[in-house]
């Protein structure tokens, strides 16, 4: 058998041995005792009990938790116990975070490198005070927060079960960018259209969606093949990301069930990808079809991909440009000899990653409330949490103080679920297909306005509100979502105070 083979099989066979690397490379963890496993699977197993909050569930992120007054930079404080000798390390990653990056020759040449194709300046652009993107609101909005993933159908796939192979569209790559340096010009314009339709809920309430429509206008590297398929992407918000990286892929993987083998019409599956980093198969955890396993390889990629700035991890200097774009692959580019002609350090990347991995989760608002607790048991009675797992308790780990051993409340178990044709994008990714998505941790989704000034949701920022964005749920989700439109008016209230608590 293959390496590779054999590492995936270890991967998803089950839960792993708690000593083993082999799914977590990435992680300098202390395998757990015996008594530490069962005691953990007591204090993550579901409530029951209703009548009061939990212990620990105002700090969702564990002792990482920010305490501050939740306003509109709710989503830029460091973990609550950043180790000290992180805090240098974590004021530089702010600032790659939020550099504006030129285009070359430039004589900044700390900066200098930006695409030639691009879809914003700075990570921060794309994820203003590290939260929620949205769609555009008008023809003058830029919406750089947004944009197309494209791919066709083709190649060969890895030697990894359940792999869908696909190929970069031949002219525009896997991502359209819609800004572009001097002298060349942006690859489109996203154009959006949207046709309402009405939903009645059991009590008389009208609940209006609008399904969108996207076009990909003023192609200016001509036609797109005719198979290609479109995936539209908004920036998600970045809280505790660190925390997701550092829960243990057994304890990930426990909660899979290709086959719904307990008849809850949930069919949780992993999406497994090819590292990078460490040349093995490993679990996806982040973006939207969970297509990324570590907060480096996720960072490196973005800085590639939205931004057009080479890395160790991706070090393509000319950023998303294909072979058919020569002008654009013969453009200047800021690879410099002392950064190994790259265009940003290795060391740069690291410490632009240790600040994403160190954005705290806001405490939790409300927990006692009797409304709010109400509406977590109807959460929790209806069988959301089949899918938005409550809770989770993060390795042990050696050189991570912050994330390490912490109980945290992400509300996510991020798996691939199918979530029926209205959500569907039809794009397979990884072992992802058209109709799957990872479970997005609802941590923070109660500040999304506060923070962000909108109230968009789901991949797209198609949904108005959260009671828009549950009412869109289909496919596995589809009883929850019956249950919620079944609802009375104050339960269903209720439900929605719960989210907006978290």
């Given at each position: 058998m293959k390496i590779a083979t054999l590492a995936f099989a270890i991967l998803c066979a089950g839960p792993l041995p708690a000593n083993s690397q082999n799914a977590d490379p990435h992680l300098n963890f202390v395998p757990r005792t015996e008594a530490e496993t069962t005691r953990i699977a007591a204090i993550i197993a579901p409530t029951a009990d209703f009548t009061q909050a939990e212990r620990f569930e105002r700090v969702a992120g564990g002792a990482t938790t920010s305490l501050e007054v939740?306003?509109?930079?709710?989503?830029?404080?460091?973990s609550r116990n950043l180790a000290d000798e992180h805090g240098m390390d974590f004021a530089i990653g702010t600032a790659f975070f939020e550099k504006l990056w030129v285009s070359s020759p430039s004589a900044t040449l700390a900066s200098n490198g930006l695409g030639p194709l691009y879809n914003a300046r700075s990570c921060a652009q794309c994820h203003p005070k590290m939260g929620r993107g949205h769609p555009p609101e008008g023809p003058d909005d830029n919406a750089?927060?947004?944009?197309?993933?494209?791919s066709i159908m083709g190649g060969e796939p890895p030697d990894?079960?359940?792999?869908?192979?696909?190929?970069?569209?031949?002219?525009?790559g896997r991502q359209l960018q819609d800004f572009a340096t001097v002298g060349h010009a942006a690859e489109y314009t996203l154009n959006i259209s949207y046709t309402e339709t009405e939903v009645i809920l059991a009590d008389g309430t009208v609940v209006s969606l609008r399904a969108p429509t996207y076009t990909a206008a003023n192609l200016a590297y001509g036609q797109l093949h005719t198979e290609t398929m479109f995936s539209p992407r908004v920036a998600p918000p970045m809280l505790g990301l660190g925390l997701l990286e550092a829960i243990p892929a057994a304890d990930i993987l426990a909660n899979i069930d290709p086959n719904d083998a307990n008849g809850d019409g949930v069919s949780g599956r992993p999406n497994i990808l090819w590292s990078k980093e460490f040349n093995q198969p490993l679990l996806g955890r982040f973006s939207l079809k969970a297509n990324e396993p570590t907060i480096l390889?996720?960072?490196a990629a973005a800085?590639?991909?939205?931004?057009?700035?080479?890395?160790?991890?991706?070090?393509q200097t000319w950023g998303e440009c294909t072979e058919a774009q020569t002008e654009c692959r013969a453009a200047p580019h800021g690879g410099e000899a002392v950064y190994d002609g790259l265009e940003i350090t290795p060391e740069s990347l690291e410490m632009t990653a240790l600040f994403v991995r160190n954005i705290a989760v806001p405490a939790r608002r409300d927990v006692d409330a009797p409304q709010v607790l109400r509406g977590k048991q109807l959460f929790y009675e209806t069988g959301c949490i089949a899918c938005h797992t409550p809770k989770f308790v993060t390795h042990r780990l050696a050189d991570q103080p912050e994330q390490s051993f912490q109980l945290i409340w992400p509300y996510s178990d991020l798996l691939l679920h199918d979530m029926g044709d209205g959500l569907a994008d039809y794009r397979p990714d990884g072992r992802a297909t058209g109709w799957e998505w990872r479970t997005p941790p609802l941590w923070g989704i109660g500040l999304t306005e506060t923070v962000s000034g909108h109230t968009y949701f789901l991949h797209d920022g198609r949904a108005r509100n959260l009671l828009e964005a549950v009412i869109w749920h289909g496919g596995e989700a589809l009883s929850a979502r019956d249950a919620v439109v079944g609802m009375s008016s104050d339960d269903r209230t209720a439900l929605i105070a719960f989210l907006e608590s978290l």
């Open positions: 939740p306003n509109a930079n709710a989503f830029i404080h460091p750089v927060s947004m944009f197309l993933r494209v990894i079960a359940e792999y869908l192979a696909t190929l970069p569209e031949p002219t525009y390889q996720q960072t800085f590639v991909g939205d931004l057009g700035i080479a890395t160790h991890i991706n070090p």
